[in-house]
C-alpha cells in the first residue's frame, strides 16, 4: 500500500500498490501461500511514471521484458 493514501467509496478513489525495494529485507522472503491473491486487475499509474530504485540488479530479469530496464513505480487495484 501506498503510504498515507486514503481510498474507498467515501474518498472515491482506488487502492494505490507497488513493489518494495530488493534492497528490504522481506522483499524475496518466505511467502505464506494462504496469503497469495489469485487474480486482481491492476492498472498501471501514469501519473507516477516509472523507476529504476526497486531493482538493484540491471541487465536481463525474468521481471522484465526485452531490454527494460525500469518498472512502473506503482498501480492502482480494480474494485
Request: hydrophobic residues 35%.
Amino acid at each position: 500500500m501506498v503510504p498515507g493514501r486514503s481510498f474507498g467509496k467515501k474518498d472515491a478513489r482506488l487502492p494505490k500498490i507497488g513493489f518494495v525495494p530488493d534492497s528490504d529485507e522481506f522483499a524475496f522472503g518466505f511467502l505464506d501461500l494462504s496469503h497469495v491473491i489469485r487474480g486482481c486487475h491492476l492498472i498501471l499509474s501514469f501519473v507516477d511514471g516509472k523507476t529504476q530504485d526497486l531493482l538493484s540488479m540491471k541487465g536481463q530479469s525474468l521481471g522484465r521484458v526485452g531490454t527494460e530496464n525500469d518498472d512502473w513505480t506503482n498501480y492502482y487495484v480494480g474494485m
